[in-house]
């Protein structure tokens, strides 16, 4: 049997029952980095990955930026078995079986915005896509803006083909072409946010023709109210589907390996006071490692004649406006855009898939107010690399914090980033052994044990002993990858000089122990020294 060097009484452990919640201070932290995903495609529309720092430009508020971090991120290969065998005890050393479920997909249905033709057409193309792409390492879950007709991550593609089945238009907005005057969202901005009196002179013509007075006072009077009212209504249901997108960016950020969203929505109107719940979104998006693609569901988008000249014009730009936030959110997370077309199936193998290669700039701006005020962003190429016909697409913008980074905090994103990643790590020489003893049917005692190797690890001095502290976070996911528990403790290690000499000879066990019902799970294991070196490593594991 393995010697390892136990320490009951030496080391004092702090736990939480829902990690990452504590972090060790002695994180090494990015004060206020903002961070631009960035996607470059050739002219065949392929992501390309031999770009260095200096063939990109960045701008906040139109002043060049200095790039401080730059980094290349390869969607990787479908994850390989992980290798291990069982003892007779119930401990597994590595794991057994399948890796587990890497890539999960979340299909957002705008069911608040899609009319019922374009819902019935969009349907039909995703229950092929995810006939056609659903591998065995994938998960699909169904969400929708309205939050009705929903399904978590599974693989099982009858119920995702059922549930999906059942969305329908849920709109809450109560006009129709029979409203005396009717007025679109778009001519709305443009009367009440925008003064457009081009605009203001339409709707009330409208509603002179279906009011039949001849008051100039009332008929504008009447034309306002309508387009406050509708205004009102629209802008309420823009905030709840991006509350709708906030909450699914974390519902993915509880899932290991890569994770997209495709939102599937005509488009919308966002008023600038809506702008900056956007830019937190996107913020959210990149903290969680969550990329957003976009599908129009429009297809294929023609302007239809009729009204003049000048209606015609409001309603191209209005088609124009309303893919726009899709696009923001695509481009500001590192995903794809698809739009301008009837073939909806090719739609949804683009965005469903990951960019081969994105590009992670990071900068931190000069002289940053915390005022919560916008700052628009633009990257461009260089002319260091050959780029003709390269097309770029990055975050249009941030939100200024309203208060310095706090340290722990960003110490916790960075947990929580390693926790549900499934990378594998080995900055620190750390195994990972699991092992479970059934107390009944129904309950099982899983240890999880991280066996560190410390003769790398840096010790301080202080009154007579060697002084360490070891973070190590664990977490249990089901065979969907959904997470089932989580515990983080820090290890406090005070040592004599004979135990530390003990200690590096024989390395030490770290464990955590969770009670858990019998099944198949993987067990993802983070360790980290106070240096901010890490070791992570995964395992199956199977209790009968």
Same mark, same amino acid.
């Given at each position: 049997?393995? +010697?390892?060097?136990?320490?009951?009484?030496?080391?004092?452990a702090?736990?939480?029952?829902?990690a990452?919640?504590?972090?060790?201070?002695?994180?090494?932290?990015?004060?206020n980095?903002?961070?631009?995903p960035?996607?470059?495609?050739?002219?065949?529309?392929h992501?390309?990955?031999?770009?260095?720092?200096e063939d990109?430009?960045?701008?906040?508020?139109?002043?060049?930026?200095v790039?401080?971090?730059?980094? $290349?991120?390869?969607?990787?290969?479908?994850?390989?078995?992980?290798?291990g065998t069982a003892?007779?005890?119930?401990?597994?050393?590595?794991?057994?079986?399948?890796?587990?479920p890497?890539?999960?997909? *979340?299909?957002?249905?705008?069911?608040?915005?899609?009319?019922?033709?374009?819902?019935?057409?969009?349907?039909?193309?995703?229950?092929?896509?995810?006939?056609?792409?659903?591998?065995?390492?994938?998960r699909?879950?169904?969400?929708?803006?309205?939050?009705?007709?929903?399904?978590?991550?599974?693989?099982?593609?009858?119920?995702?083909?059922?549930?999906?089945?059942?969305?329908?238009?849920?709109?809450?907005?109560?006009?129709?072409a029979?409203?005396?005057?009717?007025?679109?969202?778009?001519?709305a901005?443009?009367i009440?946010?925008?003064?457009?009196?081009?605009?203001?002179?339409?709707?009330?013509a409208?509603?002179?023709?279906?009011?039949?007075?001849?008051?100039k006072?009332?008929i504008?009077?009447?034309?306002?109210?309508?387009?406050?009212?509708?205004?009102s209504?629209?802008?309420?249901?823009?905030?709840?589907s991006?509350?709708?997108?906030?909450?699914?960016?974390?519902?993915?950020?509880?899932?290991?390996?890569?994770?997209?969203?495709?939102?599937?929505?005509?488009?919308?109107?966002?008023?600038?006071?809506?702008?900056?719940?956007?830019?937190?979104?996107?913020?959210l998006a990149?903290?969680?490692?969550?990329?957003?693609?976009?599908?129009?569901?429009?297809?294929?988008?023609?302007?239809?004649?009729g009204?003049?000249?000048?209606?015609?014009?409001?309603?191209t730009e209005?088609?124009?406006?309303?893919?726009?936030?899709?696009?923001e959110?695509?481009?500001?997370?590192?995903?794809?855009?698809?739009?301008?077309s009837?073939?909806?199936?090719?739609?949804f193998?683009?965005?469903?898939?990951?960019?081969?290669?994105t590009?992670?700039?990071?900068?931190?701006?000069?002289?940053?107010?915390?005022?919560?005020?916008?700052?628009?962003?633009?990257?461009?190429?260089?002319?260091?690399?050959?780029?003709r016909?390269?097309?770029?697409?990055?975050r249009?913008?941030?939100t200024?914090?309203?208060?310095?980074?706090?340290?722990?905090?960003?110490?916790?994103?960075?947990?929580?980033?390693?926790?549900?990643?499934r990378?594998? $790590?080995?900055? $620190?020489?750390?195994?990972?052994?699991?092992?479970f003893?059934?107390?009944?049917?129904?309950?099982?005692?899983?240890?999880v044990?991280?066996?560190l190797?410390?003769?790398?690890?840096?010790?301080?001095?202080?009154?007579?002993?060697?002084?360490?502290?070891?973070m190590?976070?664990a977490?249990?996911?089901?065979?969907?990858?959904?997470?089932?528990?989580?515990?983080?403790?820090?290890?406090v290690?005070?040592?004599?000089?004979?135990?530390l000499?003990?200690?590096?000879?024989?390395?030490v *066990?770290?464990?955590?122990?969770?009670?858990?019902a019998p099944g +198949?799970? $993987?067990?993802?294991?983070?360790?980290?020294?106070?240096?901010?070196k890490?070791?992570?490593?995964?395992?199956?594991?199977?209790?009968p």
């Amino acid at each position: 049997m393995r +010697s390892v060097f136990l320490l009951p009484l030496l080391v004092a452990a702090s736990a939480s029952s829902q990690a990452p919640a504590n972090a060790p201070a002695t994180f090494s932290t990015k004060v206020n980095l903002v961070t631009v995903p960035v996607v470059v495609r050739d002219p065949e529309g392929h992501a390309i990955g031999t770009l260095k720092k200096e063939d990109f430009q960045l701008f906040d508020k139109g002043k060049p930026q200095v790039i401080s971090e730059f980094t $290349i991120e390869k969607s990787p290969a479908p994850p390989v078995p992980i290798e291990g065998t069982a003892t007779v005890s119930g401990m597994r050393k590595g794991g057994e079986g399948a890796a587990g479920p890497a890539r999960f997909v *979340a299909y957002l249905f705008d069911d608040m915005h899609t009319g019922f033709a374009d819902l019935v057409r969009v349907r039909a193309a995703a229950e092929q896509h995810l006939e056609e792409s659903l591998g065995p390492g994938d998960r699909a879950a169904i969400y929708t803006t309205s939050e009705l007709n929903t399904l978590d991550f599974t693989d099982d593609k009858d119920k995702l083909r059922e549930t999906m089945k059942r969305i329908t238009p849920r709109s809450k907005e109560t006009h129709s072409a029979a409203d005396c005057p009717d007025v679109s969202v778009f001519m709305a901005d443009a009367i009440v946010n925008k003064g457009d009196p081009t605009a203001l002179g339409l709707v009330s013509a409208a509603a002179a023709a279906c009011m039949k007075v001849a008051s100039k006072m009332l008929i504008e009077s009447e034309a306002r109210a309508a387009a406050n009212r509708m205004l009102s209504l629209a802008d309420a249901q823009a905030q709840s589907s991006l509350a709708t997108l906030g909450s699914t960016i974390m519902r993915m950020s509880t899932v290991p390996g890569q994770r997209t969203i495709v939102l599937v929505s005509p488009g919308f109107l966002l008023t600038n006071d809506r702008r900056q719940q956007q830019a937190s979104l996107i913020d959210l998006a990149i903290r969680a490692h969550v990329t957003v693609s976009a599908l129009d569901a429009r297809g294929l988008y023609t302007v239809m004649p009729g009204g003049g000249a000048a209606m015609t014009q409001y309603r191209t730009e209005a088609a124009q406006i309303q893919g726009d936030v899709l696009s923001e959110l695509a481009d500001g997370t590192g995903g794809t855009f698809f739009h301008n077309s009837d073939d909806l199936l090719e739609g949804f193998r683009r965005t469903g898939a990951f960019p081969e290669f994105t590009y992670m700039l990071g900068f931190v701006p000069q002289d940053l107010k915390f005022d919560g005020s916008f700052h628009g962003l633009k990257v461009t190429l260089t002319s260091t690399a050959d780029t003709r016909g390269f097309t770029l697409h990055a975050r249009r913008g941030y939100t200024a914090p309203k208060h310095s980074n706090d340290a722990a905090a960003d110490a916790k994103e960075e947990l929580g980033a390693m926790i549900f990643s499934r990378a594998e $790590i080995s900055d $620190i020489p750390v195994t990972l052994e699991t092992k479970f003893v059934k107390a009944n049917e129904n309950t099982a005692k899983l240890s999880v044990v991280a066996h560190l190797d410390m003769k790398p690890i840096r010790f301080q001095k202080a009154a007579e002993l060697n002084r360490t502290t070891v973070m190590v976070a664990a977490a249990v996911f089901d065979r969907n990858g959904l997470l089932v528990t989580t515990l983080q403790k820090d290890f406090v290690l005070s040592l004599t000089d004979a135990r530390l000499a003990a200690a590096r000879a024989a390395g030490v *066990a770290l464990p955590l122990a969770f009670d858990i019902a019998p099944g +198949s799970y $993987i067990v993802r294991l983070v360790v980290r020294d106070s240096d901010g070196k890490t070791a992570a490593h995964n395992s199956a594991v199977e209790i009968p």
